[in-house]
C-alpha cells in the first residue's frame, strides 16, 4: 500500500517488487531491484528514506545480526537474480557457502543431481554444529 503524506508520495522503481501487505508512507524511494517483504512498513517522517538496490529490507537486517549459517545456489543466467545481487548477499554473509552454476532461474529443477548433495552436505554439516553448540551450553 502506497500512501501520501505531507504532500509526497513513495517513488518505486518498475524493477522492485513491493508485497501487497507492505506500507510505504511519504517520500520515500524504492531502488531496483529491490525487495520489499510482507508486512515491511517504511514511513518518511521529517526526512525522506532512500532504500537502493539490490536487496531485502528485512533479509538483509535479520543476516547483518545474526549472521546465520548460509547456502547459496544460483544460476548465473537468472534474469530474476543479477551478480550484484548475489555479491551483495556474500558479503552481507562472509561465512556462506556459495555455488554458482552455469544455469537459470529454475536451476533445482535443471541441476538437481549437482545441487542436491551440496544442500544435503550443509543440512548435515549444519546441524552437527547445532548439536555440539547445545552440547556446550
Given at each position: 500500500?502506497?500512501?501520501?503524506?505531507?504532500?509526497?508520495?513513495?517513488?518505486?522503481?518498475?524493477?522492485?517488487?513491493?508485497?501487497?501487505?507492505?506500507?510505504?508512507?511519504?517520500?520515500?524511494?524504492?531502488?531496483p531491484?529491490?525487495?520489499?517483504?510482507?508486512?515491511?512498513?517504511?514511513?518518511?517522517?521529517?526526512?525522506?528514506?532512500?532504500?537502493?538496490?539490490?536487496?531485502?529490507?528485512?533479509?538483509?537486517?535479520?543476516?547483518?545480526?545474526?549472521?546465520?549459517?548460509?547456502?547459496?545456489?544460483?544460476?548465473?543466467?537468472?534474469?530474476?537474480?543479477?551478480?550484484?545481487?548475489?555479491?551483495?548477499?556474500?558479503?552481507?554473509?562472509?561465512?556462506?557457502?556459495?555455488?554458482?552454476?552455469?544455469?537459470?532461474?529454475?536451476?533445482?529443477?535443471?541441476?538437481?543431481?549437482?545441487a542436491?548433495?551440496?544442500?544435503?552436505?550443509?543440512?548435515?554439516?549444519?546441524?552437527?554444529?547445532?548439536?555440539?553448540?547445545?552440547?556446550?551450553?
Amino acid at each position: 500500500m502506497l500512501i501520501e503524506h505531507q504532500s509526497k508520495r513513495p517513488n518505486m522503481d518498475p524493477t522492485a517488487y513491493v508485497s501487497p501487505t507492505a506500507v510505504i508512507c511519504g517520500d520515500v524511494a524504492i531502488g531496483p531491484r529491490t525487495h520489499i517483504s510482507f508486512g515491511a512498513v517504511i514511513e518518511a517522517h521529517g526526512a525522506p528514506v532512500r532504500i537502493g538496490a539490490p536487496g531485502s529490507t528485512t533479509s538483509a537486517a535479520y543476516f547483518a545480526r545474526w549472521q546465520p549459517p548460509a547456502l547459496m545456489v544460483w544460476g548465473r543466467h537468472d534474469p530474476f537474480f543479477d551478480l550484484a545481487e548475489i555479491l551483495s548477499w556474500m558479503q552481507a554473509l562472509p561465512r556462506m557457502e556459495a555455488h554458482v552454476f552455469d544455469a537459470g532461474h529454475k536451476l533445482l529443477e535443471t541441476h538437481a543431481a549437482a545441487a542436491a548433495p551440496l544442500m544435503l552436505d550443509f543440512i548435515r554439516h549444519t546441524q552437527r554444529e547445532s548439536e555440539r553448540a547445545g552440547e556446550r551450553e
